[in-house]
């Protein structure tokens, strides 16, 4: 059974820093795209970051280009997201999406993990 779980989410003041992990198991997406998307309360999900299988290409929203880092470490079947210089606005579920088929279309999601920037 393929899962992919978070994890790295928390409580950070503006300005600050966290680094979001999703591991996946079942199967090996080395060969997919993978992502990450965020949902704020009451606000549809968005996307937020993807990279090609390599590592070779990411794809920014411009809401964080800039301030977030995607990255992948296939030997460890592992997506992360450096966010940096949080804001406010980029209180969220974070999620992990792997094996693209379209920007927004993914084959399996995660279950989320909460980060929260409190000015």
């Known amino acids: 059974q393929v899962q992919l779980v978070e994890s790295g989410g928390g409580l950070v003041q503006a300005g600050g820093s966290l680094r979001l992990s999703c591991a996946a198991s079942?199967?090996?997406?080395?060969?997919?795209?993978m992502g990450w998307f965020r949902q704020a309360p009451g606000k549809e999900r968005e996307f937020v970051a993807r990279?090609?299988?390599?590592?070779?290409?990411?794809y920014y929203a411009a809401s964080v280009k800039g301030r977030f880092t995607i990255s992948r470490d296939n030997a460890k079947n592992t997506v992360y997201l450096q966010m940096n210089s949080l804001k406010p606005e980029d209180t969220a579920v974070y999620y992990c999406?792997?094996?693209?088929?379209?920007?927004?279309?993914?084959?399996?999601w995660g279950q989320g993990t909460q980060v929260t920037v409190s000015s």
């Open positions: 999406a792997a094996e693209a088929q379209t920007r927004t279309v993914y084959n399996y």
């Open positions: 079942g199967r090996t997406f080395s060969g997919a795209d």
């Open positions: 990279i090609s299988p390599g590592g070779g290409y990411t």
